[in-house]
């Protein structure tokens, strides 16, 4: 099986990805399009010339990779909604697992704020897994939603039911994970997951939304309306 976990930043992503990657029979890739997303885009993101330096630049040889001969049973692929550009052709999502993680928008943006400076909607990725998720729809597939929020909340009875919904046996191992750095690490890892390498399992439940201001709350109302359309169709825990 391949998975392909769809969602945009801060939105526990990478600890997702640390608990399927911790199962003996998984193995991990991390934003496999991040290279082509920036050298595409011309994008100043931190560790900019690094990320180009460390993976494919060609969105075509990046899918070839992702269908690669792999000694894992399965293997999971942590993608950014934003990174698929126009200039990325779908048809390979007819051959993955598509599952989506959802973050409330007021979360994302006031996590995400603390590392970038500028932000956009385009930047969080809300209105890209939108039309992801409407293209997968497309494909005749019924896509898996599932909220940060409910695997934060009781991370096992989550993982169970994400599992059972693609056809996944459980494994507890998901549970939990080594803290540091993982071989499967983008090379970005240094400037965006030292919370998550600190991390040896999911944290606790979130308290009360953040409150947001000036731009910051003009772009949450943007990305409210199609978190919750997405919300709609999120598994019940």
């Not at 690094?50 to 075509?60: A, F, G, T, W, Y």
């Not at 039309?131 to 993982?159: K, M």
């Not at 991390?199 to 979130?206: C, K, R």
Request: contains cysteine.
């Amino acid at each position: 099986m391949r998975i392909a976990m769809w969602s945009g930043p801060r939105n526990l992503s990478t600890a997702l990805m640390y608990s399927f990657a911790n199962r003996m029979d998984m193995s991990a890739v991390d934003e496999p399009f991040y290279a082509a997303y920036l050298n595409e885009t011309g994008l100043d993101h931190p560790m900019r010339k690094e990320v180009i330096l460390s993976q494919n630049v060609d969105p075509k040889l990046v899918v070839s990779a992702l269908f690669e001969a792999d000694t894992a049973v399965h293997s999971y692929q942590k993608h950014m909604t934003q990174h698929m550009l126009p200039c990325v052709l779908r048809d390979w999502m007819r051959e993955v697992t598509n599952v989506f993680l959802i973050r409330h928008p007021a979360r994302v943006l006031a996590s995400f704020a603390n590392k970038y400076d500028g932000l956009t909607l385009a930047d969080i990725g809300f209105v890209q897994q939108l039309e992801l998720f409407d293209q997968v729809c497309a494909f005749g597939q019924v896509p898996v939603v599932i909220d940060s929020a409910d695997i934060r909340a009781n991370p096992e009875r989550a993982l169970r039911a994400l599992c059972h919904a693609i056809g996944l046996e459980w494994d507890p191992e998901m549970l939990s994970w080594p803290a540091g750095p993982k071989p499967f690490d983008g090379v970005w890892a240094s400037h965006w997951y030292d919370a998550v390498h600190r991390s040896t399992g999911f944290a606790d439940t979130e308290g009360e939304l953040p409150v947001l201001s000036g731009e910051l709350q003009v772009i949450n109302e943007k990305a409210l309306p199609i978190y919750e359309r997405l919300a709609a169709h999120k598994l019940s825990i």
